[in-house]
């Protein structure tokens, strides 16, 4: 389905959509959208990290709205990237165990717009099957993807030790040549190359609004100190998550994984900090890349008119509960940032409502006053942005391979462990860092039956397999 937007005007669709004086002034938003990759949600100075320097995504804090409690539903890269890509759970969009390829006959969050009269553009890490051109992205530029140039020696991490992700992972040409003179692998000064590409972009100054969605690859691993950065951070300064432990109690389904196997058993507060100040360095990198971005857009004319919008793929444990990785449902992980800031957006608020990465596609949708295709599943955020709306979801669902499942109302959280045979149930309003289980305590078996009710409601009526066999 094609979209022409002098119908929309004529339908009322764009000004019944308007986000303030986009809407009124009769012309549609840009739309910058930022994902980090592997970023905690308590990485964010502004948001209350007081030990990290995230100077410009403060000012869009400052100057927009934060959701305290997005989620990544599926914690790990190509689920959770599938799911921004498509506005639909795993269980329906065709990757759900981490691979896979997208669902044919699904709408894609690009071409949508695409569709609808944007300039589509992609930069970054692509993590899913086809490219982007094949999803809906009419140009890339600094696309960074698996590559076959073999790098000359063992590439290693800030620390010495053997990386074992992204080798060979090369810069690629809008036609596909690959650059490798740009660098093979996670290179140290790799966000500026992802910030110089999108600033070309958006130095074009296309007379249509664009849609340009760059993927970072900070702060994912192996992390690599940028130019300057070494000693910015004091490990010993650095203060431990309040839920550190050595080793998490029991095999969460996962134990064997690459992310666990970076560190050695037991974790130690050494092994957590001197992680944390090169992550936390990582990330401020990223943030003065996001700073020349923004100041593109400022300097082009282009800042007032557009949405920009950052988030993350998933979060990262980095120590907490006695994990290193992603893959599990612990609110440092299953959380992440999000943060709009645009015109006809309030500034400095902090929104408490549930939501999905998989929401962003529907919500830019009713900001542009296009029509949300029927085969999305997430929900518009402009309700709660507007303040005409307090909730998106009474409960979000979350889920990694069939080990972990888990539901999670405004208070409290349940995780079950199916291959494990075990569940969890916290109080987050009194125990927000998730360190009393509660489900063994005969006074919640209601609740946790109740919860439990629920969840697997949302999963057979979405297709999960553990919950549908015959």
């Not at 074009?204 to 300057?228: C, I, M, R, V």
Request: proline share 7%; hydrophobic share 35%.
């Amino acid at each position: 389905m094609k979209f022409n937007f002098k119908t929309l005007l004529l339908t009322g669709l764009f000004a019944a959509s308007a986000l303030g004086a986009a809407g009124e002034s009769g012309s549609r938003p840009n739309f910058l959208v930022i994902i980090s990759d592997d970023q905690r949600p308590d990485t964010i100075h502004a948001l209350g990290n007081r030990v990290i320097r995230t100077p410009n995504l403060d000012t869009l804090v400052s100057g927009g709205v934060a959701f305290t409690r997005a989620a990544a539903a599926y914690p790990i890269c190509a689920a959770s990237r599938a799911e921004i890509l498509t506005g639909v759970c795993s269980f329906r969009n065709g990757v759900p165990y981490g691979g896979g390829k997208l669902k044919p006959g699904l709408a894609f969050w690009a071409d949508t717009l695409r569709q609808a009269g944007y300039h589509t553009w992609f930069v970054g890490k692509w993590h899913n099957d086809g490219t982007p051109k094949t999803r809906g992205y009419e140009k890339t530029h600094g696309l960074y993807t698996a590559g076959t140039v073999k790098e000359q020696t063992v590439p290693r991490d800030w620390n010495g030790r053997e990386v074992t992700g992204y080798c060979g992972w090369t810069f690629k040409t809008d036609d596909g040549r690959e650059e490798p003179e740009k660098g093979v692998g996670l290179t140290p000064d790799i966000s500026r190359r992802f910030a110089d590409a999108a600033i070309e972009l958006i130095h074009s100054k296309p007379a249509e609004p664009f849609f340009l969605h760059l993927n970072f690859t900070a702060p994912h691993d192996p992390l690599q100190l940028p130019p300057g950065f070494a000693g910015k951070y004091d490990p010993q300064t650095i203060p431990l998550p309040a839920n550190f432990l050595p080793e998490h109690p029991f095999d969460h389904g996962n134990f064997r994984g690459r992310d666990e196997l970076l560190w050695p058993w037991p974790r130690t507060p050494r092994d957590v900090r001197e992680e944390l100040a090169a992550y936390y360095a990582v990330i401020e990198y990223m943030d003065q890349q996001i700073g020349r971005i923004l100041a593109a857009l400022r300097d082009s004319g282009q800042l007032e008119n557009t949405v920009a919008i950052f988030s993350s793929d998933q979060g990262l444990a980095i120590g907490s509960h006695g994990l290193r990785g992603k893959q599990n449902l612990y609110e440092h992980t299953f959380g992440v940032p999000l943060i709009f800031r645009g015109p006809g957006i309030p500034q400095n608020r902090r929104i408490a409502a549930q939501c999905y990465l998989r929401d962003l596609f529907p919500t830019t949708c009713e900001m542009a006053g296009v029509r949300i295709p029927e085969t999305v599943q997430g929900r518009s955020l402009v309700p709660v942005l507007t303040g005409k709306g307090d909730s998106v979801y009474p409960y979000l669902i979350g889920y990694f391979t069939d080990t972990q499942r888990m539901i999670r109302t405004d208070r409290w959280k349940l995780i079950l462990y199916p291959k494990a045979g075990k569940q969890q149930l916290f109080d987050l309003a009194s125990d927000p860092d998730e360190l009393h289980d509660l489900s063994s305590q005969p006074e919640q078996a209601a609740r946790v039956a109740g919860l439990r009710a629920t969840l697997e409601t949302w999963l057979k009526q979405n297709g999960d397999p553990i919950f549908n066999k015959s």
